[in-house]
């Protein structure tokens, strides 16, 4: 009888790291839309959920036998996921900066485009931002703002103290600020 993650998620893993078919698809049930959850937040592009949920579940799958059971199951796919989505903004920011036919097509005065595409530009302006960010900025920044983690989860998801989430989140604030020009004038 296969194990079930409500019944007895120790027998579950177990059967999982043993290469039992049934086991890994309830695993992965169990577990996908949290994931698909995080990689929204964290990227505001669907295109990028169905790719990174793969990535993550083939990086757990092969990192299992090391899961020491530390942290909870949740916990430790969460950090996968923070890492794939750093790896793939990293990715499309050396991509985009080999591209050089990026052109912008420029929007006159006479363009009244309506609130609804107005409000997708800005937040396609908002995540290339997020995207620009170190990714320790980023990261702490996903958790404090995106994700609305309290401090103290935020530096237990980011394995930093406390002070740092907090410096991380206010210093990627100020540097999106500017990136999209929201500096307040001193």
């Known amino acids: 009888m296969a194990a079930t993650l409500d019944a007895d998620p120790i027998a579950l893993l177990a059967a999982v790291r043993r290469g039992d ?17 995080q990689i929204m937040r964290m990227t505001g592009d669907a295109g990028w959920v169905d790719d990174l949920v793969q ?50 097509p420029e929007v006159s005065e006479h363009d009244a485009p309506d609130d609804e595409v ?22 702490a920044f996903v958790c404090r703002v995106i994700e609305e983690l309290p401090l103290e989860d935020a530096s237990a998801e980011l394995g930093v103290p406390i002070s740092t989430v907090s ?13 999209l020009g929201l500096e307040a004038s001193s």
Not at 24 to 37: G, L
Not at 121 to 135: C, H, S, V
């Open 21 to 37: 078919a049934a086991a890994q698809a309830e695993f992965f049930e169990s577990h996908k839309d949290a994931v698909a959850r």
């Open 55 to 104: 990535e993550v579940f083939i990086a757990a799958f092969s990192r299992l036998g090391s899961f020491r059971g530390d942290a909870a199951v949740g916990t430790w796919l969460h950090r996968i996921t923070v890492n794939k989505v750093r790896n793939a903004w990293d990715s499309r920011r050396r991509r985009l900066a080999r591209e050089s036919e990026a052109v912008r």
């Open 118 to 139: 107005a409000a997708a530009e800005q937040l396609r302006q908002f995540y290339a931002a997020l995207g620009e960010l170190p990714g320790k900025y980023r990261d």
């Open 167 to 179: 410096y991380r989140a206010r210093r990627a604030e100020a540097l999106l600020a500017k990136a």
